[in-house]
């Protein structure tokens, strides 16, 4: 341990849990920067036993994380991810690596309806994440025949070259990937599951995400003001279904953000939040009518019939509000409404398709 002590500082994961947030969720104070920082550097290095590492994630899940401690965690991860930025500005769609097993998987027909319209975007994701191990954008792109295990710089041609590129965590991540045993052991998310989703590995100045309470984009917009890694102009982040970037039916809320020199986050002037209903915008229908068997198979064939043109109904009018939301988060629309506009021109004009075939050519 003296050998690990002076390598990392003087805050090895039992003592953290003894003197500072293993006491319990009320008791437990919050980690500094510095001792997160020296935590998630033991735990990238593999340092602390695997009983120790266990009751550590659990102790930050108890009492909840705060900002600071994320931020750390993040710029820990983030200098050791392999970056590749395309020419293009894409919009980051940071959705949940451990996926959805009830409903469709629509981000990648979005994205590419996105694309068509003129709105780069940009997914990534594992294979198999734990907790869930379900299906995430990987294994949809994969039914659909496209690449998906490619190196950063791959991915950041397929952006430029298509308009919607995938980034696979395991190469551009490694770090995080190589973390997978453990986690999968935990049989719980930690903190892992929240900042891999913030990874933003073809450096774009727009985050999209989802959240279940507004609290937790709250949470997201001062985590990356807390960064001292990233530099985001804009974050866009709505109420989705099963923790993914996928809009939720009805009435949802939905927060932005945008930095213009505010360090404030959450609490400054240029958050906002607001609540839309769905079926203003032609989304007229409840979660279970998105509802899928094999998510992986329908959710291609899903994107495939709606791009092709070949389907309407509640799959694509969902497609297009979700493409609607990635076109203004990018402030490529001055609102939803004409994002919506710009989607459905996409999807009739056969463009949309277009992107579906350049990216099976790539």
């Known amino acids: 341990m003296a050998q690990a002590t002076q390598e990392f500082g003087e805050w090895p994961l039992k003592r953290l849990m003894t003197e500072v947030c293993g006491s319990g969720h009320k008791s437990a104070d919050d980690l500094t920067r510095a001792q997160a920082t020296e935590a998630f550097e033991r735990i990238l290095a593999d340092e ?9 994630w659990l102790a930050n899940r108890w009492k909840r994380n705060t900002p600071e401690e994320l931020g750390a965690y993040v710029d820990v991860m983030c200098e050791r991810v392999e970056y590749a930025e395309p020419d293009c500005d894409p919009v980051d769609c940071g959705a949940n690596y451990d996926g959805k097993g009830r409903t469709a998987v629509l981000g990648v027909a979005a994205g590419a309806v996105a694309a068509a319209a003129g709105t780069p975007v940009v997914v990534h994701s594992g294979d198999r994440v734990p907790t869930q191990k379900q299906d995430a954008y990987k294994h949809v792109l994969d039914e659909l025949g496209v690449h998906t295990e490619l ?48 990874a933003n590995p073809a450096g774009a100045s727009v985050h999209l995400g989802s959240f279940y309470h507004l609290a937790f984009a709250k949470k997201v917009v001062d985590t990356f003001v807390e960064s001292e890694f990233h530099d985001l102009d804009r974050v866009l982040m709505f109420q989705g279904m099963e923790g993914y970037d996928d809009v939720r039916p009805g009435y949802t809320k939905v927060a932005e953000w945008d930095a213009e020199g505010d360090d404030a986050g959450s609490e400054g002037a240029s958050f906002d939040d607001f609540e839309i209903e769905t079926a203003e915008y032609g989304m007229d229908l409840e979660e279970a009518d998105l509802a899928v068997d094999d998510v992986a198979a329908e959710s291609a064939a899903i ?27 990018r402030e490529d629309a ?25 990216l099976r050519d790539f």
């Not at 070259?161 to 551009?172: K, N, S, V």
């Not at 994002?339 to 463009?351: F, H, Y």
Request: aromatic share 10%; no cysteine; net charge negative.
């Open 48 to 56: 602390p036993d695997p009983t120790t590492l266990g009751a550590f």
């Open 151 to 198: 190196t950063p710089s791959d991915s950041a041609d397929m952006v430029d070259e298509t308009g919607f590129g995938f980034y696979y965590q395991p190469a551009f991540n490694p770090a995080i990937d190589e973390l997978f045993e453990r986690r999968d052991a935990m049989g719980v998310r930690t903190f892992v599951n929240t900042i891999e989703t913030l």
């Open 303 to 329: 994107t495939e019939e709606v791009l092709s043109g070949d389907r309407d109904g509640a799959f694509a009018d969902a497609v297009a509000v979700n493409a609607a939301l990635r076109i203004y988060a």
């Open 334 to 358: 001055d609102s939803i409404e004409e994002g919506l506009e710009m989607a459905r021109t996409a999807i009739d004009g056969g463009s949309a398709y277009e992107v579906l075939e350049a």
